[in-house]
């Protein structure tokens, strides 16, 4: 490889208009706008609410991409590898890419990724001078992707909260930093015993109350708004933690696990269900999938010792251990005044 095919292999590594134009076809509908039948650029432009002449440049770099056919009046139509862009495909990735979406947002961050090599903080911070979640709940356009997001959620695996654990002996849970309530709903579902509570932020907390509430399981479970960095909801019998430390550095971990432990009292429980990202960090191969996690994250593994011993510095004790899977592990803490 000479100098110029160096460089010219360096440019295309370092593109950014490539994959910015696929989100932004993403963002805007486009494929879902022609699959339902128009082709042509100015009325694309008034459904995607866009400027003709730049979604025209759009339109036709998609092309070039091999996303998209233009016949000689100027007319779009889909190609096949577009198809996944659809809404209704069934391995869609139209939510994980557009710009104004959960997902999507979080990965644009990544353009500082040079800021969490530099400090080990998401890279999120450096570019908005905010966390992710404290942006997310703050902008009110942001509970629009919430829904959509929590429409399509999947609770990540599971079964071993709902199956791991002895409900049997458990009245009331609350899932604290709960999202939009998937896991607490199959919780409750599962369990019809149980009562919930759910705590989140205010703008994921209004989504999780209708979800909640479109699940038939009001009279079961009631949303409180609010962080888990401030005082919680007390005397519920178990507080959850599903996929929640690992956004959060050792101290505010702490911080979380401390406010639960107030909330609990002695003869609550924190039913720690942290997700083992590790397996998917190994190796000179999960390269690229450490430095999305870490550029998402403070802290995207931990092992059960790590998360014990911040129970430790929470002044907690480990009154059960589950089994673990190779993605989740399962600790309960009860308060060290209970050892006795």
């Known amino acids: 490889m000479d100098d110029l095919a160096r460089v010219e292999h360096l440019t295309d590594l370092a593109d950014l208009l490539r994959p910015s134009a696929v989100r932004a076809a993403a963002t805007l509908g486009v494929a879902d706008h022609i699959a339902a039948g128009t082709h042509d650029t100015p009325s694309l432009a008034r459904l995607c609410g866009a400027r003709p002449d ?3 440049a ?7 991409l091999g996303l998209l056919d233009r016949d000689g009046d100027g007319r779009y139509a889909l190609r096949e ?15 994980a890419l557009r710009l104004d979406g959960v997902a999507g947002r979080s990965d644009m961050a990544l353009v500082d990724l040079v800021h969490t090599v530099r400090t080990g ?7 908005f001078g905010r966390g992710y979640w404290d942006s997310l709940n703050e902008d009110p356009r942001h509970v629009e992707a919430i829904e959509r997001a929590a429409s399509g959620q999947l609770a990540f695996d599971a079964e071993i909260i709902f199956d791991g654990y ?26 019809p015993h149980l009562h919930g509570t759910l705590v989140d932020l205010r703008s994921v907390a209004g989504v999780a109350a209708r979800n909640i509430a479109d699940s038939g399981l009001a009279d079961r479970c ?6 888990f960095f401030d005082p919680l909801p007390a005397g519920r019998d178990v507080y959850l933690l599903s996929a929640i430390l690992g956004d959060w550095d050792d101290d505010q971990a702490v911080a979380i696990l401390r406010r639960c432990a107030e909330a609990a009292g002695s003869t609550g429980r924190i039913l720690l269900a942290d997700v083992n990202l590790d397996v998917v960090m190994r190796g000179e191969e999960a390269a690229r ?13 931990r092992t059960v010792a790590d998360l014990k011993r911040l129970g430790d510095a929470a002044g907690l004790r480990v009154s059960w251990e589950g089994p673990a899977t190779p993605v989740r592990s399962l600790i309960e803490f009860s308060a060290r005044e209970a050892a006795a």
């Open 81 to 95: 590898a577009a198809r996944p862009l659809l809404d209704d495909h069934p391995f869609t990735l139209r939510e």
């Open 54 to 56: 730049v979604l025209d």
């Open 289 to 301: 999938t450490e430095l999305w996690l870490r550029a998402m994250m403070p802290t995207p593994v």
């Open 166 to 191: 002895d409900w049997a002996s458990v009245r009331s849970v609350a899932d604290i930093g709960g999202n939009s309530g998937t896991i607490l709903t199959g919780l409750l579902n599962r369990h």
């Open 58 to 64: 759009l339109l036709r770099y998609l092309v070039s």
């Open 121 to 127: 903080e998401p890279a999120h911070v450096g570019l």
């Open 222 to 227: 009631e949303v409180a708004p609010g962080s």
